[in-house]
């Protein structure tokens, strides 16, 4: 069964630092999202990305975050100067359709630890 | 923005029994999703459910858009069906899931 898979599974950096999360979505689905657990609390939207463009995003999602799809196949998040809140686990999602219409299905995460 | 509210917060189980989680929410949408959160933190997709009722193996889901609740029916509980349990709805022109704040199930041997 196709799956959405995630690298790294884990990642270590310094306040500071920029990251890259990438996630290689199910193969025909046309929406992608990036969602945020932080420890012991419930999971949290960032932003949702159709036909090469984001098409919502939340409050948390600000300058220093930012999405690309530089290929055909990957899907990264970047956040460009982290801070010791962003510490979280990150999860990629992808769906066939998008509206509700479709199952979200979500990738097995990478833990952001930022020291 | 919507809300939504799960209980109970915690349930512990002995291996065997039977249980009922809730998903309530605040307004109406057109997709409601349940998930386990493993021990690992992995979020694996028990239903897609935004109406009507589900069976896999053990588990069912009945959601009621009308008057917006939904429930998640375990039998026969499995030390492996351990974790939290997460609701998630997504409303009418948006394309982001809203997560409640999860059902923490322990089943004992």
């Known amino acids: 069964e196709p799956e959405v898979t995630q690298t790294p599974s884990h990642q270590v950096t310094q306040m500071g630092q920029e990251v890259i999360l990438r996630c290689v979505p199910i193969?025909?689905?046309?929406?992608f999202y990036w969602y945020r657990q932080i420890l012991g609390q419930k999971v949290e939207f960032l932003v949702s990305?159709?036909?090469?463009?984001?098409?919502?995003k939340s409050e948390i999602f600000d300058d220093q975050f930012s999405v690309e799809r530089p290929d055909g196949s990957n899907f990264t998040l970047k956040i460009r100067s982290t801070k010791l809140e962003d510490s979280a686990m990150y999860f990629c999602?992808?769906?066939?359709?998008?509206?509700?219409?479709?199952?979200?299905?979500f990738g097995p995460g990478t833990r952001l630890t930022v020291l | 923005g919507i809300q939504v509210e799960q209980s109970p917060p915690d349930l512990i189980l002995q291996e065997g029994a039977n249980s009922t989680l809730r998903c309530n929410f605040s307004d109406s949408v057109n997709n409601l999703q349940w998930f386990h959160q493993n021990p690992w933190g992995q979020l694996i997709n028990l239903f897609y459910?935004?109406?009507g009722t589900k069976q896999n193996g053990r588990l069912s889901a009945t959601t009621v858009a009308t008057e917006r609740y939904s429930l998640l029916y375990i039998s026969s509980s499995q030390t492996t069906d351990s974790g939290v349990y997460f609701c998630?709805?997504?409303?009418?022109?948006?394309?982001?899931?809203?997560f409640g704040t999860g059902t923490r199930l322990q089943v004992f041997p």
């Open positions: 459910i935004p109406s």
């Open positions: 999602a992808s769906s066939e359709g998008g509206g509700g219409l479709d199952t979200q299905y």
């Open positions: 193969s025909n689905h046309l929406y």
């Open positions: 990305f159709y036909n090469n463009e984001i098409s919502e």
């Open positions: 998630a709805v997504e409303g009418w022109g948006t394309d982001k899931l809203i």
